[in-house]
Every structure is written in C-alpha cells, then in structure tokens.
C-alpha cells in the first residue's frame, strides 16, 4: 500500500498564481489528503514570449503520476515544434488556436481536445486576435520536452534525479 504524506503550501516553489488548500479525504483506503488548487490570475510568464502558464497538479501536491497546468497564448504567441517522453491531452478552455500534430494542422476551439502519443512532434500556436487558453495533462510526474528544431531540451514536473530513484 503506498505512503503519502501532506504537502503544505508553504513547503511549495514559489511558483506563482496557486493557492494550495488541503482538504484530508477519509473516502479512500489511503487516507492522506487530497489539495484543492485554487487559481488566482496569471502571475507566471510562460517559456515562449507571449505566453503565461500555470502549474496545477504536479508532484509538489502529491501526484505520482500525473502533471497539468494551463498555458495563456497572446495573439500571434507559439510553442516550437517539439515532442515529449509521454502522451499528453490537451483541451482547449477559452478562444481558437492551431494545433500541428504529426505535420497535419487543426483549429480547434473552446472544448476541443487532442491526443498526442509520447514521441509524436506538435506544436501549438494562436492565430486568432484574442487570447487562448489550453489545459495540459501529462500521465507523469516527469515530463521531458524535446524540441525538433533546435535539439535542445526541458523538462518539468520531478526533478530527473527525484523521477529516476537516484540520489
């Protein structure tokens, strides 16, 4: 049976816009505690110029296996080309944007949803005049990005050493 233990949000990064509120959950065989993350408006500048991103679940709040946010796109703003070490599901929560995905690009509007395999190159970018806005969810609490054009690479979620055991 698998141990948790309470992450506090002043035991968190510094991170930005959440607010972590720790409700104990007594539904379960666990036990532990289950954290409510509160948004509070767009505090974090995001990786790629004109975009702002959020951090939701990840393994500061006790996830395992599992990474989300939500990214904000500016008119015209884009995520490079890239792939990553595991699948991702993204929905579409406020405007339009254009996903390419294995070459072929989609509109895809509020509500729209992707699947993307780990290892399938996509992008993400917004063409419209207003902002757009994408909730992202990893099956990891280790997520690799690598970046088709220029080979580089990033990550977020557990740190390397953390997500592979070593000390």
């Known amino acids: 049976m698998p141990s948790y233990t309470s992450v506090f949000a002043d035991q968190l990064p510094k991170q930005g816009a959440t607010h972590i509120e720790l409700v104990k959950v007594r539904t379960t065989p666990f036990g532990g505690s289950m954290p ?48 990553h070490n595991c699948e991702e599901q993204v929905t579409i929560v406020e405007g ?23 290892g399938v190159p996509h992008c993400f970018r917004n063409a419209s ?17 690598h970046f088709t054009e220029s080979g580089t690479m990033d990550w977020h979620g557990r740190p390397p050493a953390e997500a592979h055991g070593d000390d």
Request: hydrophobic share 40%; net charge negative; glycine share 10%.
């Open 36 to 83: 409510i993350i509160r948004f509070e408006g767009w505090k974090v500048p995001g990786k790629e110029a004109g975009t702002m991103s959020q951090r939701l679940t990840t393994y500061q709040v006790g996830a395992q296996s599992l990474t989300s946010g939500i990214s904000q796109f500016a008119p015209g703003a884009a995520v490079p080309m890239h792939t």
């Open 96 to 118: 339009s944007g254009v996903a390419t995905i294995d070459g072929v690009e989609q509109v895809l509007t509020a509500y729209d949803s992707t699947y993307v395999p780990a």
């Open 129 to 145: 005049d207003n902002p757009f806005v994408m909730l992202f969810v990893y099956p990891s609490a280790y997520v690799e990005r």
